[in-house]
């Protein structure tokens, strides 16, 4: 894991110390709100509904046990004991005191942590997959590549403004996409040339939200020691060109949709041409030291085999169970990934408290080289866990409430906090996901479903990412009230088949949500062939049959 | 007469800047920063003036000042809204593309907590919004000891140095 040099201290020490001195201004009345806002927001601060939210950065999702213990005392500290997972890998709390929150980041500072730049219109976390270097198909690991982009992205003088927010998300695996990276404003898929030299495709464009896209490639080989140079020249034409009158037409996936995306690659190119052989060309050095900060820990040599592992699954199904749902292969023999699943009933998803995120600590402390990751799909994983320690594992997660074995499953739902918490949303999300999870708590059906990504967006701006569901829930204002739109076939996850959702027909009361839920998965049930998923059976007998179907009685 | 700060230290401002200028009217007399347009426009009778700059608003492409930067008195570079950072890519186009090494000057909304941001962008004059306390402002070049990036005022980026 990247580990803080005296430069790295230095300037999240300056920033905590700059952020202090701007509140402090903005409440003496020498900031305006107006003027205070951008400032806060590239400090994660948001001001929501209930109190103000800070989402905290985790840099492509990794976590320290130490980190994770002082994210369980800020929860518990400055917080009402809880914390929430966000679906770009961050946390986030939703009760802190504006005035609280320098103390909060001086804190966070304390452990190479800090807020930066995790919302505004300035390039934000850079995400990827939580299973980087330890699963099975990855070209390299993607992690020493999301560190060179963050520290150029941070606090980058030039981009400090953009017209929108911009995400960008690094996939190295050839056969699965945990980050939804296509659905980016840039997405970088780590390839090898015909020579065996690392690089990326660039893919620019995709983004959810009110016009949700799927991004395009502009380049199928970008050698890896250009990707800052690259980058810049991306984001420069982006700063330039990109609209600044309407906000929903200011992402740059408009921009690319408008220009075509040939068009934006050869503004891009000829951008780059001037600045390709700068000094922020990446260095052969470089690289090989920042891949020396994401370097294999002390595995043992084990037998893939274990047989106490063997043992503990014949004996225990509700062990066998999660681990044929939740445990994930490693590329070391003996030993295994495990996530451990946020989502239960009378819980938001993602929401975790202090009490668990010292258990996740003690766990990684204890199973996994002292860390954890945060995921997309807002879980934990344990990425190093010994396959003849699963079973411990396994009995104190249960203990902690984070061992429901629907990794992937209909429960194992994304959900944005909606209404209850978000001020921007049209609706609530949080008990939606809720009756769901109460309807379908029957694991033998669940596992029967198989994999099925189900989304839940409050609002437009897909937080949720309800678009790239397979089933996907959208909070809808109707004359004040709140409605909620359904979209099927939408994916991702895996490499080169993300789609976006299409909408199912008119919107549904918040009490029908989960009967329409049921109809749509009994069609499935009826329909589907042999080990055929939900999304497959959509594929194949299209939208119709569930339209038909979902509306028949109401007529 | 306004206040300026130029080089990091607080100036008086004796340019006038002309917001609007009718097509065919006459340029003001005496130190005038007009808009680029009108200077193009107008070139023939304005180069032989050494008391002339232009300003470019944030819509307009800094390619407009191509043939010209070396015949002004100074550039500026309008932020008609502190959140509109275009500015910060031209700054950069006209300093490390057209190599311009005059005075740089970042007009408009600019704000205490941009001036970081602006002077590594390559400015290094700023007419700050007048209700900004000029004084305290002078802290906001301060804000960071080192940068990862390389920018206009420094080419290379923290990782070389890193490096060694």
Not at chain 1, 137 to 145: I, K, L, S
Not at chain 1, 443 to 460: A, E, F, P, R, T
Request: aromatic share 10%; hydrophobic share 40%.
């Amino acid at each position: 894991m990247y580990v803080y040099d005296e430069y790295d201290h230095a300037i999240i020490q300056d920033r905590v110390k700059q952020y202090r001195d701007q509140t402090r201004r903005y409440f003496e009345g020498k900031l305006s709100e107006e003027e205070f806002l951008p400032l806060r927001l590239q400090n994660g601060l948001y001001v929501q509904r209930m109190a103000p939210m800070l989402r905290v950065a985790v840099p492509y999702g990794m976590l320290a046990s130490k980190q994770i213990r002082k994210l369980a005392e800020i929860a518990r500290k400055y917080d009402k004991g809880y914390a929430h997972f966000s679906t770009r890998q961050n946390l986030q709390f939703n009760w802190p005191e504006l005035a609280d929150v320098p103390d909060i980041l001086q804190e966070l500072a304390d452990v190479e942590m800090h807020a930066v730049q995790t919302s505004g219109n300035c390039i934000r976390n850079t995400t990827t997959d939580q299973f980087a270097g330890v699963c099975t198909g990855e070209v390299e690991d993607p992690r020493p590549y999301c560190e060179i982009i963050r520290q150029w992205s941070t606090f980058h003088p030039e981009f400090a403004f953009l017209p929108r927010k911009f995400k960008i998300a690094v996939n190295a695996n050839t056969e699965s996409d945990r980050s939804a990276t296509d659905v980016h404003d840039i997405s970088l898929h780590l390839v090898k040339n015909a020579e065996g030299k690392t690089g990326f495709r660039v893919v620019v464009g995709g983004g959810l939200g009110r016009t949700p896209i799927i991004g395009s490639a502009i380049r199928d080989y970008l050698p890896a020691e250009d990707l800052l140079t690259y980058l810049e020249a991306i984001i420069r034409v982006y700063n330039q060109k990109g609209n600044r009158l309407n906000k929903y037409k200011a992402r740059i996936k408009i921009l690319v949709k408008a220009l075509t995306p040939a068009k934006f690659a050869e503004l891009v190119e000829e951008e780059w041409s001037h600045i390709k052989d700068s000094d922020s060309k990446l260095t052969p050095e470089l690289l090989e030291k920042m891949k020396s900060y994401f370097t294999e820990p002390a595995y043992e040599a084990l037998e893939d085999n274990s047989p106490e592992f063997e043992a503990k699954l014949a004996e225990s199904k509700g062990f066998a169970n999660w681990v044929n749902r939740n445990v994930a292969q490693h590329k070391k023999p003996g030993y295994a990934i495990a996530t451990l699943s946020i989502k239960r009933p009378g819980h938001a998803p993602g929401d975790v408290t202090d009490v668990q995120l010292d258990k996740i600590a003690d766990l990684a402390d204890q199973y996994s080289f002292g860390e954890a990751r945060t995921t997309h799909e807002q879980n934990i994983v344990l990425a190093d866990v010994k396959k003849s320690d699963l079973f411990a594992v396994w009995e104190a997660a249960k203990e902690a409430g984070f061992a429901t074995p629907n990794l992937g499953l209909l429960t194992d739902m994304i959900c944005c906090p909606g209404g209850d918490y978000c001020a921007l949303a049209n609706a609530k999300s949080i008990p939606v996901a809720d009756e769901i999870m109460r309807r379908f708590d029957d694991l033998d059906y669940l596992h029967d479903l198989g994999d099925l990504d189900l989304n839940i967006s409050g609002c437009m701006n897909a937080c949720g990412h309800h678009h790239v569901g397979n089933i996907g829930i959208l909070g809808v204002d109707k004359k004040g009230e709140e409605f909620y739109q359904i979209s099927l076939g939408g994916d991702s996850g895996k490499l080169n088949t993300t789609a976006i959702g299409k909408i199912l027909g008119p919107s549904f009361k918040r009490d029908e949500v989960v009967d329409v839920l049921d109809k749509i998965l009994n069609i499935y049930v009826e329909n589907r062939q042999e080990d055929e998923l939900f999304i497959d059976t959509f594929k194949r007998i299209g939208m119709e049959v569930f339209k038909e179907r979902v509306y028949a009685k109401a007529n | 007469m306004p206040k300026l700060i130029k080089n990091r230290a607080i100036v008086e401002d004796d340019f006038v800047l002309v917001t609007t200028i009718e097509e065919g009217a006459d340029a003001p007399e005496g130190n005038v920063i007009l808009p680029v347009q009108y200077y193009l426009d107008n070139r023939d009778a304005l180069a032989s003036r050494d008391n002339v700059a232009v300003w470019l608003e944030s819509d307009q492409p800094a390619e407009l000042l191509n043939d010209i930067h070396q015949e002004v008195a100074f550039i500026a570079v309008n932020f008609p809204k502190f959140a509109d950072g275009r500015g910060y890519s031209y700054a950069r186009l006209i300093r490390e593309r057209m190599n311009y090494t005059g005075e740089l000057r970042a007009i408009g909304d600019v704000l205490l907590d941009q001036l970081h941001f602006m002077a590594r962008c390559g400015f290094d004059s700023f007419a700050v919004r007048e209700d900004t306390d000029i004084e305290e402002a002078l802290t906001g070049f301060e804000a960071f000891r080192y940068s990862y990036q390389a920018a206009n005022d420094n080419p290379s980026p923290l990782f070389r140095k890193r490096l060694g």
